[in-house]
């Protein structure tokens, strides 16, 4: 993965708030918006991952993140952590739902109370939180970039995985409808539907369900997606990095309430 993006102006004097921000499509966001000019937030549970993304942005010689430890499926530490990050850089301009949980493999008949709520929990009401926490400073200012990381997921039909899929979508219906409500305030909320990421934790956790639910080799799931796709390649995590920047910079300034797969050309819809 890339350690040093180009420097640019892009996002020249912004505040960032990235959820799941310490590893794969987060730590890429961090370390692209960071060099485009943002002072960067990241979100994350573990400090040790938060420390070393802090430290790659400063060695980049951006300007230094601020690592925020929090939970963001608890609706009071969300809380707590949205006030400590407007304490710290007086505001956030660009709010980045990133964080998420894959869940076991089932069908759904034995699929657990337990996994259904808490991969809605981890997944989709954790972005409820979070919004809910940092659109009124938005709102208020007028200004700001929503970004919900949904999923290919949330489009297809995604068999065993129900409650990943039923998450992903309700971000899809929860970006719409923050996009109606925050719109005339001058505030934009967009969405973005990834499809198979390599190098990326949840990738390989994909991969390892993927082999014991029904017996698909890793090799041939990653040969089968390349032959599907109409760029013949597989994404990495600065493919979706790039994406997230064009809908938090300037350059989207008139969308909103729109879902951009990015999946090298995989679907249409």
């Known amino acids: 993965m890339e350690n040093v993006w180009p420097k640019g102006t892009r996002l020249k004097n912004q505040v960032a708030l990235i959820t799941g921000g310490s590893r794969g499509?987060?730590?890429?966001?961090?370390?692209?918006?960071?060099?485009?000019?943002?002072?960067v937030v990241i979100i994350a549970r573990d400090a040790g991952h938060l420390r070393v993304v802090e430290k790659e942005i400063a060695d980049n010689g951006n300007a230094p993140a601020l690592?925020?430890?929090?939970?963001?499926a608890d609706s009071a530490a969300v809380r707590k952590m949205a006030a400590e990050a407007e304490r710290v850089?007086?505001?956030?301009?660009?709010?980045?739902?990133?964080?998420?949980?894959?869940?076991?493999?089932?069908?759904?008949?034995?699929?657990?109370?337990?996994?259904?709520?808490y991969t809605l929990r981890a997944n989709l009401t954790s972005a409820f939180y979070v919004s809910r926490a940092v659109l009124p400073g938005m709102i208020e200012r007028r200004h700001g970039s929503v970004i919900m990381i949904s999923s290919s997921a949330a489009k297809l039909a995604y068999g065993l995985g129900t409650p990943y899929s039923a998450a992903k979508a309700g971000m899809l219906g929860l970006m719409r409808a923050l996009a109606g409500e925050a719109g005339p305030h001058g505030?934009?909320?967009?969405?973005?539907?990834?499809?198979?990421v390599q190098s990326t934790e949840m990738?390989?956790?994909?991969?390892?369900?993927?082999?014991?639910?029904?017996?698909?080799?890793p090799a041939d799931r990653l040969a089968a997606t390349k032959?599907?796709?109409?760029?013949?390649?597989?994404?990495?995590?600065e493919d979706v990095a790039r994406a997230a920047l064009f809908l938090a910079s300037a350059d989207s300034a008139a969308i909103t309430g729109?879902?951009?797969?990015v999946d090298a050309g995989i679907r249409w819809d």
């Not at 690592?67 to 963001?72: A, L, R, T």
């Not at 390892?208 to 698909?216: C, D, I, K, S, Y």
């Not at 729109?258 to 797969?261: G, K, L, P």
């Open 25 to 39: 499509i987060g730590r890429a966001m961090a370390l692209c918006f960071a060099a485009e000019g943002a002072r």
């Open 67 to 72: 690592g925020i430890v929090c939970d963001v």
């Open 89 to 117: 850089c007086g505001r956030i301009d660009i709010l980045v739902n990133n964080a998420g949980y894959f869940p076991a493999l089932h069908p759904i008949h034995e699929m657990s109370d337990e996994e259904w709520e």
């Open 187 to 196: 505030v934009r909320v967009n969405a973005l539907c990834p499809g198979l």
């Open 203 to 217: 990738f390989h956790k994909v991969n390892n369900e993927l082999e014991r639910a029904v017996g698909l080799k």
């Open 227 to 237: 032959e599907s796709s109409l760029l013949r390649k597989l994404l990495e995590p």
């Open 258 to 261: 729109q879902t951009m797969n």
